[in-house]
């Protein structure tokens, strides 16, 4: 494989096929952006003798605390049954965090396999179901079937929805590989897409439960854009985030559903004090999960940017 090369002063990804690696160069990118939102986090904190509000600086510290969980057990038409789980966040008119887009964005900012790596410039990259690959890759990611709905909306404006602004989503496969950059994957583009929200600010995608690879909680990365036209390029991006799940959901999928044992380890070695990403807050981030491991997962999202 070429010698890592950078583009536009920005770090190259690590081995495609080393996530350990991988997971090193994303905690250098962002340990900068963690110790500026630290600081803000300070501020906040003094605002309160000072009478200066801060509006969603930071994520909110721990969600345990606005989470809320339960199960029960359905019967299905066929003689197995299945369990639904259901965890609701609560979520405010702020700012969502803003996280590093990863080792593996493949929206044109750094290179995979000696070339730029842009699934932005892909032809059919704009689409809601992205289970598989597009243009001349022809693969399928296998997986628990999971449809995730986001809502943009205006914290600037009352938290009024952004109608005709683009997200760009992607994720690992269930057994931790990113398409473009992981050994195996290098020639597919799938678990990547671009949707244009309504006229209520929401968008979805159809894809799959993301697995858990070493050292990162379970996650998904996505880029706002205002439209999309301006979709073609990192550099046209007004926000980069990550979206959080519930912990105990994620283990009853790891555990039930085949295809995800490597993510049961990976999973327990992880915690979200201990993920570089998620430590100093993810409340914002963490979506609305429900369902169950025989029919797949339902998520939902508000996600507050400032324009």
């Known amino acids: 494989m070429p010698s890592p090369l950078r583009l536009g002063g920005r770090p190259q990804a690590p081995a495609p096929h080393d996530h350990d690696q991988g ?34 600086c930071g994520g909110g510290g721990d969600a345990g605390s606005s989470t809320s969980n339960s199960s029960s057990t359905v019967s299905s038409d066929s003689t197995s049954t299945s369990t639904t789980t259901t965890n ?3 979520s405010s008119c702020s700012v969502i965090n803003e996280e590093t887009a990863g080792p593996y964005p493949g929206d044109g900012s750094n290179t995979a396999n000696g070339s730029v790596a842009n699934a932005l410039a892909l032809s059919g990259i704009v689409r809601s179901d992205i289970r598989s690959s597009v ?10 079937p999971l449809t995730i709905t986001l809502k943009l909306v205006n914290v600037n404006n009352s938290c009024a929805s952004l109608a005709g602004y683009a997200v760009y989503l992607w994720h690992c496969t269930r057994d931790g590989k990113y398409s473009l950059y992981s050994s195996g994957v290098t020639g597919e583009n799938y678990l990547r897409g671009v949707q244009e929200t309504d006229s209520n600010g929401e968008l979805s995608f159809t894809t799959i439960f993301p697995g858990c690879y070493s050292g990162r909680m379970p996650h998904m990365h996505f880029e706002v854009y ?15 985030s990550q979206i959080a799940f519930d912990r105990s959901i994620c283990s ?37 999960l429900s369902g169950n491991t025989t029919d797949g997962y339902t998520a939902t999202l508000t996600v507050g940017i400032s324009v």
């Open 252 to 288: 009853e999928v790891y555990s039930s559903v085949s295809g995800y044992s490597a993510s049961v380890s990976n999973l327990a070695a992880i915690t979200f004090a201990t993920d570089n990403v998620f430590s100093d807050g993810y409340t914002l981030e963490l979506a609305s």
């Open 88 to 90: 609701t966040s609560t």
């Open 23 to 56: 997971l090193q160069h994303d905690l250098q990118a962002i340990e900068a952006q963690r110790s500026r939102r630290q600081a803000v986090l300070w501020l906040g904190a003094l605002a309160g003798y000072g009478a200066l509000p801060l509006v969603g």
């Open 135 to 144: 243009g001349s890759a022809s693969g399928t990611a296998a997986g628990l």
């Open 226 to 240: 205002r439209s999309l036209t301006t979709a073609t390029s990192y550099s046209n991006k007004l926000k980069t």
